[in-house]
Each structure stands twice: as C-alpha cells, then as structure tokens.
C-alpha cells in the first residue's frame, strides 16, 4: 500500500513539476511585474483622476502638474496595455487564411508574422530614439520634466512587445508547459 501511494505522489509530482529554466523564470517574473505595475498605474490613475475632480468642482482647485501627471500616467498605462496584448495575443488580426492552413504551413506562417512584426516593431523603438533625442528637450509646463523621459514608453515598450512576440514565436517551435515560455 506505501509503495502506491509513493508512486502516485511521484507521478503527480511530474505532472505538476515547473519549469526552473532561466528564460521562464524570466518571463515568469517579468509578467508578474507588468502586471503589478498596470494594477498600481490604473488605481492611481483613478484615485488621481477622482482627486482632481473633486478639487476642481467642489473647491475651484486646479494644479497643472497634478493634471500632467495624470495624463503622464495614462500615457504609460497605454504603453502597457499594449505590452500586455501583445503578451496576451489580443490584437486584431486576419487570420481566416491561416487557420485553413496545415500544421507545419501554419506554423511557418505564423512565425513568419511574427519576424515581420518584430522587424518592424524594433524599428519603430530604433527609429523613435532618434525623434526623442531630437524633440525631447522640451520641458513640460505643469512638471518641467523633460519630454524624452514620457517619449521614451514608445522604444521601451515596443522593444517589449519585440520580446514578446519572439516568446510566441519560439514557443510555436518548441514546447513547453502552460506556464513556460
């Protein structure tokens, strides 16, 4: 009777067994973050707003940088839903053609989308630098913080994104548990 029961709590060890490999420890660890950090931006953001507005109507109290960084922190909070539906595939795509497709032709395909779409977003954050180091001088009103540091969500979530995307990507290819890559 003990030797079935060591068995069965063997077996549902390997079942249930994570993986421990670095770049799942990684993405484990960077999705807990986003997520965290898009938790803690929108319950400012609502508390910030509701503040706002409460001083605004009721007491005739408005503070420029206060609406700066409201509107700072929506700018991020953007970035980081994109991040997240790029993490959680939730942007739009045709994919009517691709679904009719074999096995391996799907996967080649798909994985073809996604070099081209990190192509392209790794661009965009290369090309952004240099808009950024050229406009973001500027100083806000509200703050005088200097733009480059709100301008500078655009590369860093896309290269984000990048990294993301090669996660969908290489797991297309490989394969992992649930909560893997």
Request: aromatic share 14%; proline share 2%.
């Amino acid at each position: 009777m003990e030797h079935i029961v060591e068995e069965k709590v063997v077996n549902q060890s390997k079942k249930g067994k994570k993986s421990n490999h670095p770049i799942t420890v990684f993405f484990k660890v960077t999705d807990w973050l986003f997520e965290k950090m898009s938790v803690a931006l929108m319950a400012y953001l609502v508390v910030a707003v509701m503040v706002s507005v409460i001083l605004r109507y009721f007491f005739n109290i408005s503070f420029i940088w206060a609406e700066e960084m409201i509107l700072f922190t929506f700018i991020a909070s953007t970035y980081f839903g994109v991040i997240i539906c790029v993490k959680e595939d939730e942007h739009i795509a045709i994919d009517f053609f691709v679904e009719k497709l074999p096995g391996n032709f799907k996967r080649i395909l798909q994985t073809l989308i996604s070099v081209i779409g990190i192509v392209t977003l790794l661009w965009i954050a290369k090309s952004s630098l240099g808009w950024i180091e050229t406009v973001g001088k500027t100083l806000s009103s509200g703050m005088k913080v200097p733009y480059k540091y709100i301008y500078s969500w655009m590369p860093i979530s896309f290269s984000i994104c990048a990294l993301y995307e090669f996660r969908k990507a290489l797991s297309r290819w490989i394969k992992t548990d649930q909560e893997g890559l």
